[in-house]
């Protein structure tokens, strides 16, 4: 998962103060330890996020928003996390929550074929029950499967960043090596004096002896 590609498609802080609804809480918006993206801050938006997004009620972004400022959660992803519940999606949401409900407290669960939001909202104690048992179990999953997630990006990005260390040092050594062969290139074996002759294989002028005078 790239973590920092969700970063940008989340809502801004100015949207964020724009919110009539989120406009409420005034100062607590400005903490700037809700707006953090870190391995903390992740997963516990994402907890938050999911288990509000299983309350069956109006407006779940303000007990989000509410839960981001106490645990210290990323307030822009615990709102995102909140809009996979919308009227598209309620009742495949709060349908598996109601059915739970309705068998733990032991009242008649309505049949599948005639479930509709206005039924379900009519039997509020088996809808609620089964919401807050599905919202826990789901933000512990997603709380647990992001903390896991960011450990894997974290190892790969130690891996990649190793990697890019060996390849870097690998350069500068042949770097050194293709420098240090063309200077020796350039600047030739040493040779000392008289090995011209003895390597062409010349061999040496013998000095003919001094004349001698005769008187």
């Not at 807050?132 to 647990?144: A, D, N």
């Not at 020796?184 to 062409?200: L, V």
Request: charged share 20%.
């Amino acid at each position: 998962m790239r973590f920092d590609s969700i970063k940008h498609r989340l809502p801004s802080r100015e949207d964020v103060e724009k919110n009539a609804c989120l406009r409420l809480l005034g100062e607590y918006l400005g903490d700037r330890n809700l707006w953090h993206f870190n391995r903390r801050s992740v997963p516990k938006a994402t907890a938050v996020g999911l288990f509000c997004a299983f309350l069956p009620m109006p407006f779940e972004m303000l007990p989000a928003a509410i839960g981001a400022i106490t645990f210290g959660a990323n307030l822009p992803l615990s709102l995102a996390w909140v809009w996979i519940s919308n009227p598209l999606t309620w009742i495949p949401l709060y349908t598996p929550a109601y059915l739970l409900g309705a068998k733990l407290l032991g009242v008649p669960a309505m049949p599948l074929e005639h479930i509709t939001l206005g039924l379900i909202g009519s039997q509020l104690a088996a809808l609620w029950l089964g919401c807050l048992i599905v919202g826990t179990f789901v933000s512990t999953i997603g709380f647990w499967t992001m903390r896991i997630l960011w450990r894997i990006k974290v190892i790969s990005s130690w891996k990649d960043r190793r990697r890019r260390h060996r390849l870097t040092a690998a350069l500068k050594k042949a770097k050194k090596q293709v420098v240090s062969a063309a200077k020796k290139h350039r600047t030739g074996p040493k040779q000392h004096p008289g090995q011209d002759s003895r390597q062409s294989g010349a061999a040496p002028v013998a000095s003919s002896p001094p004349t001698q005078r005769h008187e």
